[in-house]
């Protein structure tokens, strides 16, 4: 069983940068893709980065280029996502994910395994 568990959100000012890291136990197939999505209040879950677990092919939605970095450590333990130049309209709680498979469309749906959130909030 995949257990995954998000650290690193907190509050900071606009403009600011803070990295979000995953943790995942229970082993990843070698077709795993590793996301991360967040949910605004009133808001559906969307889609902000993902990672091809087996070759580090990167995955953005247009809201997160350039601003955002998805990685993984060497020893593939961790997931991270570096945010800079943070705006207001990125707060939101914040989940890692996980999928057996890689379908471009990054729907939540595809989506099995999820942690818990952390939550991001930016403001002045």
């Known amino acids: 069983q995949v257990q995954l568990v998000e650290s690193g959100g907190g509050l900071v000012q606009p403009g600011g940068s803070l990295m979000l890291s995953c943790a995942h136990s229970?082993?990843?197939?070698?077709?795993?893709?590793m996301g991360w999505f967040r949910r605004a209040p009133e808001k559906e879950r969307e889609f902000v980065a993902a990672?091809?677990?087996?070759?580090?092919?990167?995955y953005y939605a247009d809201s997160a280029k350039g601003r955002f970095t998805i990685s993984r450590d060497s020893a593939k333990s961790f997931m991270y996502l570096q945010m800079n130049n943070l705006k207001p309209e990125d707060t939101a709680v914040y989940y890692c994910?996980?999928?057996?498979?890689?379908?471009?469309?990054?729907?939540?749906?595809?989506?099995?395994?999820w942690g818990q959130g952390t939550q991001v909030t930016v403001s002045s």
């Open positions: 229970g082993g990843l197939p070698s077709s795993a893709v």
């Open positions: 990672i091809r677990w087996s070759t580090g092919d990167t």
């Open positions: 994910a996980m999928s057996g498979y890689l379908d471009e469309r990054f729907r939540p749906y595809d989506f099995h395994y």
